[in-house]
């Protein structure tokens, strides 16, 4: 079972990134799956889940109308379209995934990938 994140970068307030969530040895169709970031000093937050299983998603209010997560089964893989990026979106990005009808905490997913950096800064 493997997640593998990918798509950060160094990006100047205002721009735009997209991170791609791959997922190996199991399927995404019965699953929530997860952005989550971490930025230093800080706790580990949730910043947007969907449900594989019927495409419910969940943003934290910090990043509503800024970033999309969308998912593609057939790819088993997710994605976050970030824009209007801010300094204090700085942060390690995880993408992970819990049962279905997990709630978007990190306490709640079983399955995590090694991080993304994203770094917003002019």
């Known amino acids: 079972v493997q997640l593998q994140a990918s798509g950060g970068g160094l990006v100047q307030p205002g721009g735009s990134l997209r991170l791609s969530c791959a997922a190996s040895g199991f399927t995404l169709d019965y699953y929530v799956i997860g952005w989550f970031r971490q930025a230093p000093g800080k706790e580990r937050e949730g910043v947007s889940c969907?449900?594989?299983?019927?495409?419910?998603?969940h943003y934290a209010d910090s990043v509503k109308g800024r970033f999309t997560i969308s998912r593609d089964n057939a790819k088993n893989s997710v994605y976050l379209q970030m824009s209007s990026l801010k300094p204090e979106d700085t942060a390690v990005y995880y993408c992970a995934a819990g049962p279905v009808g997990s709630s978007c905490r990190p306490s709640r997913m079983a399955y995590w990938g090694k991080g993304t950096l994203v770094t917003v800064s002019s």
């Open positions: 969907i449900s594989s299983f019927d495409g419910r998603t």
